[in-house]
């Protein structure tokens, strides 16, 4: 399984970017999912997760601008960020918790999209 994402970019302050991946396939089905970044210095951190099941999980600070969301029967995972700070200047990569066999779940990472956000 290979997970490709996309949609990074440079956008100015306050503006909006998408992020999607997708898995290229999956035998078995995906757990969860989500969107991680590493931004320049600092370690990689979870920005927010979701479950097949659809529950989400956000870091504190982009509640209320960033929304995760996902389609299970194409095994995509989307980011929707609004309201971008300087600080949302990161790496971001996207996770997938995928089930290979009843008994065994692998995470498996994508390539990771850059995301600048600056005047």
């Known amino acids: 399984v290979q997970l490709q994402a996309s949609g990074g970019g440079l956008v100015q302050p306050g503006g909006s970017l998408r992020l999607s991946c997708a898995a290229s396939?999956?035998?078995?089905?995906?757990?969860?999912m989500g969107w991680y970044r590493r931004a320049p210095g600092k370690q990689r951190e979870l920005v927010a997760s979701i479950t097949f099941g659809g529950s989400t999980n956000y870091a504190d600070s982009v509640k209320d601008r960033f929304t995760i969301s996902r389609d299970n029967a194409k095994n995509t995972v989307s980011l929707q960020m609004n309201s971008l700070e300087p600080e949302d200047t990161a790496v971001y990569y996207c996770?997938?918790?995928?089930?290979?066999?009843?008994?065994?779940?692998?995470?498996?990472w994508g390539q990771g999209t850059e995301v600048t956000v600056s005047s």
């Open positions: 396939e999956t035998s078995l089905g995906i757990n969860s």
């Open positions: 996770n997938a918790a995928v089930v290979v066999d009843p008994y065994t779940v692998v995470g498996v």
